[in-house]
T-cell receptor
């Protein structure tokens, strides 16, 4: 059974700081996604990572994938309040299996 | 708006009642997925369709749950004899076979009293 684990589960950080969210998964996969979810809202697709060494960047967020280590990271650079949300990674093996999520709070 | 839509957005029902939710996918997408999300958790896969064929069902989908996509366009998810444990957000997503990213609808929040 595919397991997807994220850490940390909760993260409070000050504006302007950098931090990284980690996503580990237990078996090989075709691709990995990162989604954002605001409270009470649905999920917004951020990145899809297709191959080993893939790196995608959008604004202050950068995602990478190491398929050999079965690890993806979401790096936040110079955080701003608007990035406060819950971030999920999700791994495809037929269907999407989501991680537990990381609730990120950016403190002014 | 050409995104995924779901109806209703909120549903409150009494235990034992039946409920039905509707999902309209992005028009050119042939794959449609249902997920359930409880508070503080990630979405859990329930079932998915390619066109009108239901190709996979999760073990989470008890016999009280049924999903249809009769013409390969919109889909319905019905829960019979609802239980308090069914309270959750029910999310629908769609994708194409060419570009497989799943796009999610706003969800239907169900509360079973």
């Amino acid at each position: 059974e595919l397991k997807v684990e994220q850490n940390p589960l909760f993260l409070s950080m000050q504006e302007g700081k950098n931090y990284t969210i980690y996503c580990n998964y237990s078996t090989t996969s075709d691709r990995l996604y990162w989604y954002r979810q605001d409270p009470g809202k649905s999920l917004e697709s951020l990145f899809v990572l297709l191959s080993n060494g893939a790196v995608k960047q959008e604004g202050r967020l950068m995602a990478s994938l190491d398929t050999k280590a079965r690890l993806s990271t979401l790096h936040i650079t110079a955080a701003v309040h608007d990035l406060s949300a819950t971030y999920f990674c999700a791994v495809v093996r037929g269907k999407l299996t989501f991680g537990t999520g990381t609730r990120l709070t950016i403190i002014p | 708006d050409t995104g995924v839509s779901q109806d209703p957005r909120h549903k409150i029902t009494k235990r034992g009642q039946n409920v039905t939710f509707r999902c309209d996918p992005i028009s050119e997408h042939n794959r449609l997925y249902w997920y359930r999300q409880t508070l503080g958790q990630g979405p859990e896969f329930l079932t998915y369709f390619q066109n009108e064929a239901q190709l996979e069902k999760s073990r989470l989908l008890s016999d009280r749950f049924s999903a249809e996509r009769p013409k390969g366009s919109f889909s319905t998810l019905e829960i019979q004899r609802t239980e308090q444990g069914d309270s959750a957000m029910y999310l629908c997503a769609s994708s194409s076979t060419v570009q497989e990213t799943q796009y999610f609808g706003p969800g239907t929040r169900l509360l079973v009293l």
